[in-house]
């Protein structure tokens, strides 16, 4: 019964086809079923994403997601310290994911390729990895190249790393082993970065306080003096 139903369009089609010979593919595109095309073509464009153009969905969507997490981070700072908008910043932040989102996605790539099962030990074992030097890659680059960005000097850019490196590691490790775990023992390879930078975007909004609002509230006087 359910090969009858779900083949009865094409064989109204076929049908049709019979009777106006003259005009065959009209007939055939006016008889399959509408969205029979667009799932199709949006099927081929999942596809594309998450697999040919992997790279480019990882790393423009890193790009996204930072600015997203600190529009949030923006929204807050307009309710609080009665602050416009900065789209500067959010180029930055922009292009700051634009830079990190290569090293994501190589990184976590390659630990696919070494650690390719999803067995509860590999899942601690990739955990450990990622704490231990793709975190602190982030986050230096995040400080760093959004600093940059912003026209802080080196010299600045480094007491900045100084002051809110460990501090920022802390709460990473805090937040990341629990989510990572779920990411490297049930999610499919292709879409850890992308899962990744959905959960970073929210981890971005406290990244992006802790990088802007700091000196509102904290010990280092060059760059509290340089804020106010």
Request: glycine letters at 4%.
């Amino acid at each position: 019964m359910w090969h009858i139903v779900s083949t009865a369009p094409m064989r109204n089609a076929v049908s049709r086809l019979l009777i106006h010979q003259k005009h065959p593919a009209t007939v055939l595109a006016t008889s399959l079923p509408r969205n029979y095309g667009r799932g199709r073509i949006w099927n081929n464009f999942l596809a594309k994403m998450f697999g040919k153009y992997l790279a480019v969905t990882n790393i423009v969507g890193s790009g996204l997601l930072l600015v997203a997490g600190d529009a949030v981070t923006q929204q807050y700072e307009r309710a609080i310290h009665k602050r416009l908008f900065d789209f500067h910043r959010s180029g930055c932040m922009f292009l700051t994911g634009l830079a990190v989102g290569p090293v994501q996605h190589a990184f976590y790539s390659h630990l696919d390729v070494y650690l390719p099962d999803s067995k509860r030990i590999t899942a601690v074992k990739k955990i450990f990895f990622d704490q231990m030097f793709m975190s602190p890659t982030y986050i230096f680059l995040f400080f760093y190249v959004s600093s940059l960005l912003e026209g802080k000097t080196i010299k600045e850019s480094n007491a900045e790393i100084r002051e809110k490196f460990l501090y920022t590691w802390m709460i990473d490790c805090l937040i990341w082993p629990a989510v990572q775990y779920l990411n490297f023992r049930f999610l499919n390879p292709r879409h850890r970065v992308v899962f990744i930078n959905v959960t970073n975007c929210m981890y971005i909004v406290l990244l992006s306080y802790i990088k802007h609002d700091w000196a509102l509230h904290n010990q280092n006087p060059e760059i509290k003096e340089k804020s106010d």
